[in-house]
């Protein structure tokens, strides 16, 4: 059974920093593509960041609105991804999801339950 578990949220002021964590079991994270998402209040949800598998080169991608700022790592001895987001805003408050997509699929097969990161200003 494959399961994918953030944490790392919090309430934090601008211009703090959090480390999101997704423990993934279940599955081999360097045949998956794994992206982090996030959803604000009345909003459509939206990509922040993504690692891909080591069969689409272990890349990684970010949205426009972090670059510069959240760097995504993979730990595979812990079957971890991490998202480092320094300088928060409080337009980067959300519910943070990780989600897992194999690496010849188009669609995320599995998501956490989402961890909730508040910036105050």
């Known amino acids: 059974q494959v399961q994918l578990v953030e944490s790392g949220g919090g309430l934090v002021q601008t211009g703090d920093s959090l480390r999101l964590s997704c423990a993934a079991s279940?599955?081999?994270?360097?045949?998956?593509?794994i992206t982090w998402f996030r959803q604000a209040p009345g909003k459509e949800r939206e990509f922040v960041a993504t690692?891909?598998?080591?069969?689409?080169?272990?890349?990684?991608d970010y949205a426009s609105s972090v670059k510069g700022r959240f760097t995504i790592s993979r730990d595979n001895a812990k079957n971890t991804v991490y998202l480092q987001m320094d300088s928060l805003k409080p337009e980067d408050s959300a519910v943070y999801y990780c989600?897992?997509?194999?690496?010849?699929?188009?669609?995320?097969?599995?998501w956490g339950q989402g961890t909730q990161v508040t910036v105050s200003s």
């Open positions: 690692y891909r598998s080591v069969f689409r080169g272990s890349s990684v």
């Open positions: 279940g599955l081999t994270l360097n045949s998956y593509d």
């Open positions: 989600a897992a997509r194999f690496w010849s699929r188009s669609v995320y097969d599995y």
